[in-house]
């Protein structure tokens, strides 16, 4: 069976439209322990299928993102379908080189809760401290320590920073 049919056949047992949305700051203990919101939560295990959340690092930004095992199969399918169209046109094409940002993808299990645990290496190159701001991006969703989002998020990002703002203001209400 190729990978595109296998592809094919998992993707449709999982659902191929999953929109990430919502947002929400949880808490990272000593141990990387943190949890996922539950909207984005529901968008997980709509794609996964499973208990399961993949997290990487973001390709420019200083963050991380994360996503269903669906997503992380497309982005395998989108590799081979770049591969496939060079070949057909002769040109060049470096599959190593095109998966390096899928190769750094980490799949981890969450509880019903929505905890699980960011390896240090994750929490190292997210810039995560004590606490994970959590928002959806309509194909993933982002995780970004609050007070970095606050001072390097890009400026198209302002609209979220009122939410994080919100979020925080939520947090010292309840201390």
Known sequence: MSFCALFIGVFRTVSALVVYAGSGVSGVDAKGRTTIPAEI?????QSSGSNSVC???HS?????????????????ADIEAQWQSAVNRGADFDRELAGVSASSIFETAF???????????LKHFGRIDDRAFFFGATTHFMLWNPDVFLKEA???FNPVKDELNYWLSQGKRDK
């Open 41 to 45: 939560r529901d968008s997980v295990l």
């Open 55 to 57: 997290i990487s690092r």
């Open 60 to 76: 420019s930004l200083p963050c991380l993102i994360g996503f269903g095992s669906a997503e992380r199969l497309k982005l395998r």
């Open 111 to 121: 509880e019903a809760s929505g905890r699980f645990v960011l390896s240090p290496m």
């Open 154 to 156: 890009p400026a198209a």
